[in-house]
């Protein structure tokens, strides 16, 4: 393109100096005159071959296009002849330099000074000679300049209405490329989440079922030790701990199928509550205020939480009371788990708490782990607009 550009300068020169040597030759200047034409001239065509240099600076550019022409009509006023139209058809080149490279509003105007310039000297013409032949040159002159303004500006509007099409579509494509970028983050994350997710319920309902199940085959060992009838009881129990712990994994795979089993959350706490206790002998107590408002995914949560700190508290604070409370409001739902376990002097967070933590994340709500006294898990989870 650069190469383009130059090869359209020195064209230009060319044609420049060889309309001038022409237009000498019919000028028959003496001394005096051809000088300042010659000096004239030079002038011109440093101003003229200068805008390659200083296209990027746009006032200094369009300015050397009024530079131009008053050179030009300086040349010509030094002219012996009235009209010399070989000096005349400057103004021509001027013109579509003028109307092709500025902006399509400034190089209407500029080119319609240009024109009107250039008929100074068919004014002067007729002036001196009045007759048809004079007025029908001015006339076609005129005509020919109109005619060249309104074919390069409708080439300028043309090519700037391309190079919007141009951007418009590298943008686009820029976008485009933009949004797959997004996308293809999008699905990652996804795939991640939904594996942290697996994870999670994975962890949260066979961990909460195998501690059940560990305490009931204790249970029975202790039982078939002191010759307690209980012992076949408390098998049975496990075995159906077992099962219940094989049914929670099958219920994770068909929520990964889309075959995800709706229950009300109450319904679901209060079911999770009883079987932990009967499993267990943990005394559970339950307190839920506000009303409770049937929101899934709020209450799926709420339920993974509720069976991890309950499992924590058996599993690792040993403790045989747990109080539950549940605080309802139109925009949030409030827990509290406190046991009486033997609490822990420094809480690290294992990948029971993070799930704790990273469910109540989801919902913009906070959580913290207490040990006073027993341990007490309590947080907060903001509802979805219902």
Same mark, same amino acid.
Not at 74 to 98: K, P, T
Not at 292 to 297: A, R
């Given at each position: 393109?650069?190469?383009?550009?130059?090869?359209?300068?020195?064209? !230009?020169?060319?044609?420049?100096?060889?309309?001038?040597?022409?237009?000498?030759?019919?000028?028959?200047?003496?001394?005096?005159?051809?000088?300042?034409?010659?000096?004239?001239?030079?002038?011109?065509?440093?101003?003229?071959?200068?805008?390659?240099?200083? !296209?990027?600076? !746009?006032?200094?550019?369009?300015?050397?296009?009024? $530079?131009?022409?008053?050179?030009?009509?300086?040349?010509?006023?030094?002219?012996?002849?009235?009209?010399?139209?070989?000096?005349?058809?400057?103004?021509? #080149?001027?013109?579509?330099? $003028?109307?092709?490279?500025?902006?399509?509003?400034?190089? #209407?105007?500029?080119?319609?000074?240009?024109?009107?310039?250039?008929?100074?000297?068919?004014?002067?013409?007729?002036?001196?000679?009045?007759?048809?032949?004079?007025?029908?040159?001015?006339?076609?002159?005129?005509?020919?300049? #109109?005619?060249?303004?309104?074919?390069?500006?409708? &080439?300028?509007?043309?090519?700037?209405?391309?190079?919007?099409?141009?951007?418009?579509?590298?943008?686009?494509?820029?976008?485009?490329?933009?949004?797959?970028?997004?996308?293809?983050?999008?699905?990652?994350?996804?795939?991640?989440?939904?594996?942290?997710?697996?994870?999670?319920?994975?962890?949260?309902?066979?961990?909460?079922?195998?501690? &059940?199940?560990?305490?009931?085959?204790?249970?029975?060992?202790?039982?078939?030790?002191?010759?307690?009838?209980?012992?076949?009881?408390?098998?049975?129990?496990?075995?159906?701990?077992?099962?219940?712990?094989?049914?929670?994994?099958?219920?994770?795979?068909?929520?990964?199928?889309?075959?995800?089993?709706?229950?009300?959350?109450?319904? &679901?706490?209060?079911?999770?509550?009883?079987?932990?206790?009967?499993?267990?002998?943990?005394?559970?107590?339950?307190?839920?205020?506000?009303?409770?408002?049937?929101?899934?995914?709020?209450?799926?949560?709420?339920?993974?939480?509720?069976?991890?700190?309950?499992?924590?508290?058996?599993?690792?604070?040993?403790?045989?009371?747990?109080?539950?409370?549940?605080?309802?409001?139109?925009?949030?739902?409030?827990?509290?788990?406190?046991?009486?376990?033997?609490?822990?002097?420094?809480?690290?967070?294992?990948?029971?708490?993070?799930?704790?933590?990273?469910?109540?994340?989801?919902? !913009?709500?906070?959580?913290?782990?207490?040990?006073?006294?027993?341990?007490?898990?309590?947080?907060?989870?903001?509802?979805?607009?219902?």
């Amino acid at each position: 393109m650069e190469k383009y550009k130059k090869f359209l300068y020195i064209l !230009k020169a060319v044609i420049f100096i060889s309309l001038f040597t022409s237009a000498l030759y019919f000028e028959s200047a003496k001394k005096q005159r051809l000088i300042i034409l010659c000096l004239l001239f030079i002038a011109f065509l440093v101003t003229n071959m200068g805008k390659y240099f200083i !296209k990027d600076k !746009k006032r200094v550019y369009i300015m050397s296009f009024a $530079a131009d022409t008053a050179l030009i009509y300086l040349i010509e006023f030094n002219s012996r002849l009235l009209i010399n139209y070989f000096f005349h058809s400057f103004y021509i #080149i001027v013109l579509l330099e $003028a109307t092709l490279t500025l902006q399509l509003t400034r190089g #209407i105007i500029l080119g319609t000074l240009i024109v009107l310039v250039s008929m100074i000297k068919y004014i002067y013409l007729i002036y001196y000679k009045f007759n048809l032949s004079s007025v029908s040159q001015m006339m076609f002159f005129f005509m020919i300049n #109109i005619l060249i303004l309104i074919i390069a500006s409708f &080439a300028q509007q043309n090519k700037q209405e391309k190079e919007k099409k141009d951007v418009l579509y590298k943008e686009l494509l820029d976008a485009h490329r933009k949004l797959r970028e997004y996308t293809d983050e999008v699905n990652r994350l996804s795939v991640i989440e939904e594996r942290n997710r697996i994870a999670r319920d994975i962890h949260d309902n066979l961990g909460h079922n195998m501690t &059940a199940l560990i305490m009931q085959l204790q249970m029975a060992e202790h039982y078939m030790k002191t010759g307690s009838g209980k012992t076949q009881e408390m098998l049975q129990s496990s075995i159906q701990t077992a099962r219940d712990s094989l049914s929670s994994i099958r219920e994770v795979v068909e929520t990964l199928r889309g075959k995800e089993r709706i229950i009300s959350p109450e319904k &679901a706490v209060r079911t999770l509550i009883d079987e932990f206790s009967q499993k267990t002998g943990a005394e559970i107590n339950l307190n839920i205020s506000g009303e409770v408002i049937n929101d899934v995914k709020a209450g799926t949560a709420l339920y993974h939480i509720l069976q991890e700190s309950l499992t924590n508290s058996v599993r690792h604070g040993s403790a045989t009371r747990i109080d539950v409370e549940l605080d309802y409001s139109e925009t949030s739902v409030s827990f509290s788990i406190k046991d009486n376990g033997r609490g822990s002097e420094s809480i690290k967070e294992g990948f029971g708490m993070k799930g704790i933590r990273e469910r109540v994340d989801d919902f !913009k709500g906070s959580v913290e782990f207490q040990s006073l006294n027993g341990f007490n898990v309590k947080g907060i989870l903001y509802l979805e607009d219902v």
